[in-house]
RNA sequence: GGCCACGUGGCGGAGUGGUGACGCAGCGGUCUGCAAAACCGCGUACCCCGGUUCAAUUCCGGGCGUGGCCUCCA
């Protein structure tokens, strides 16, 4: 069965061709680093490398690139950066790089604890200008871009198939439109692909005076320069449809004398928490550094892969646990196994759009050499002390008392074998007396 | 208001025009001093109303409900 991937722009399955089977071509949205990570950002990170991992086992790991870009330069970061200043007398752009470079280092231990490969490239913006500035230019020439108040917008007007991805007419935009009508725009629905900057804000010298990028443009710029003007599959949250996407789209394809730009649009559903929405007035705003000081990275990944990628989910305390026990009894049965096979209904079920839940079934379904393949594609480590407790215990201490109990029982003093038990369990430990002898674990 | 998803058993979550995925919980059993764990077994679910059909949870139309986007957001 070939890979079949669902196309936002088409809103079917289609049958996944690449362009070039040595070297297909992937770019996701990474994350704007003003801040940590929290567990929705962990979705597109997790779900598009078992995308990554299902292309390598298809067409071979030296011939799949998969690009994530790093916005560094970004007006949320600019005002984080100035609140983070303070009063202390240091000029704002050292702050702002201290800032990108911690929170860049935060995202990226925790992307690595979720089980993610790295891309193969991970471009920074700012190191990117040039090509930014180059494709600005290119859409100046062209007539589909233009000069306002130090301001370059592209004009939405000049692309008649402005709207194709996010399926929405011009016409409707503006009609619905909650957006400031800046005085230096053609029409409202413009978009900003340079804005001048002023002393205290990250500026390059442009032939429009300096400056810095608008947020769409660098997808555009750094694509082109990593995968080409055309290339297999775009990612991304769907929330990045309109107009981040859409507006890639645009600036791509006008700059590209109307080449395609990506062939196939993937978006990821949103994430709730324990059915809400998460924010932060509601108090329910999860990190996945937070997440991670509880919860073994592993499970967090499972727990991500148990919904469809398209669907939204819910992420909630009770399905963590369970994939928690679910992996554990997994890597009870892994471990030993030295041959891995991949399951032909496992394959069949990720090719059919990344149907992870359904694989997952397969995977319930499966003899130990079939499991560890399947666990080994979907990138999980199969190694038990990966997803051990994280609750500091004394394993001396414990096991002296498992001794204990057992002399206890030996002895048919059942009231102090259970008392002892009792004990453990009010620490939290769980005691598991089994043919060969007493295991514990951590309660969950 | 516009555009778009989704509504499956106690819960999570696939899927299908006709034989009740899978996991968790629950129930019964084996084992155990007793529990737990493990193993075995057990389930008359598809929002409502019409339509098409021999047959609809599955297709079509309408309704209701939930959520997302339209503004920074994965």
């Not at 040595?22 to 078992?50: E, L, S």
């Not at 989910?313 to 196994?337: H, Q």
Request: aromatic residues 8%.
């Amino acid at each position: 069965m070939p890979l079949r991937l669902y196309n936002t722009l088409s809103k079917t399955k289609e049958d996944f061709v690449p362009l070039d089977p040595k070297n297909v071509r992937m770019y996701v949205c990474g994350p704007t680093v003003y801040d940590y990570a929290h567990i929705g950002n962990a979705r597109p990170a997790i779900v598009f490398d078992v995308l990554f991992r299902v292309l390598r086992h298809l067409y071979g790991d030296a011939h799949v690139t998969y690009v994530r870009n790093i916005t560094d330069i970004d007006d949320k970061i600019n005002a984080r950066a100035i609140e983070r200043r303070g009063t202390r007398n240091v000029p704002v752009l050292d702050v702002l790089r201290e800032l990108t470079e911690q929170t860049l280092a935060q995202y990226l231990k925790d992307v690595a604890a979720l089980g993610t490969l790295s891309p193969t490239v991970s471009p920074r913006a700012t190191e990117h200008i040039a090509q930014m500035v180059a494709m600005i230019q290119t859409l100046v020439a062209a007539g589909h871009a233009y000069v306002g108040e130090g301001h370059v917008l592209f004009e939405v007007a000049s692309k008649p198939d402005y709207g194709k991805l996010a399926r929405r007419s011009l016409d409707d935009m503006i009609a619905g439109a909650r957006i400031e009508v800046a005085p230096y725009k053609k029409n409202p629905m413009d978009f900003v692909l340079w804005k001048p900057s002023d002393a205290n804000t990250p500026g390059w010298e442009s032939p429009w005076g300096r400056g810095r990028p608008g947020w769409h443009i660098e997808c555009s710029a750094m694509a082109e320069e990593y995968l080409g003007e055309t290339f297999d599959i775009h990612g991304g949250g769907i929330d990045l449809m309109f107009p981040h996407h859409e507006n890639e789209v645009a600036q791509s394809e006008a700059a590209h004398k109307e080449h395609p730009f990506a062939l196939i649009w993937m978006h990821n559903g949103f994430l709730n928490v324990e059915g809400e929405k998460m924010s932060k007035s509601l108090g329910n705003f999860v990190t996945i550094d937070e997440l991670l000081a509880d919860w073994p990275g592993e499970v967090l990944r499972l727990n991500m892969l148990r919904s469809h990628y398209r669907q939204p989910m819910d992420w909630t305390v009770a399905g963590m646990k369970e994939s928690w026990n679910t992996l554990e009894r997994w890597y009870s049965v892994v471990e030993p196994v030295a041959s891995r096979r991949i399951g032909a209904k496992f394959l069949e079920a990720l090719s059919d759009d990344l149907n992870t839940p359904q694989a997952i079934a397969e995977l319930h379904k499966s003899g130990p050499e079939e499991l560890a393949g399947g666990l080994a594609l979907l990138g999980f480590s199969a190694i038990p002390e990966h997803i051990a407790a994280k609750k500091a215990v004394d394993t001396v201490e414990i096991a002296r008392a498992i001794e204990a109990r057992n002399a206890a029982r030996k002895a048919k003093n059942f009231k102090e074998s259970d008392r002892i038990r009792d004990e453990l369990l009010a620490q939290g430990i769980v005691l598991k007396d089994g043919p060969g002898g007493t295991t514990w674990d951590v309660k969950k």
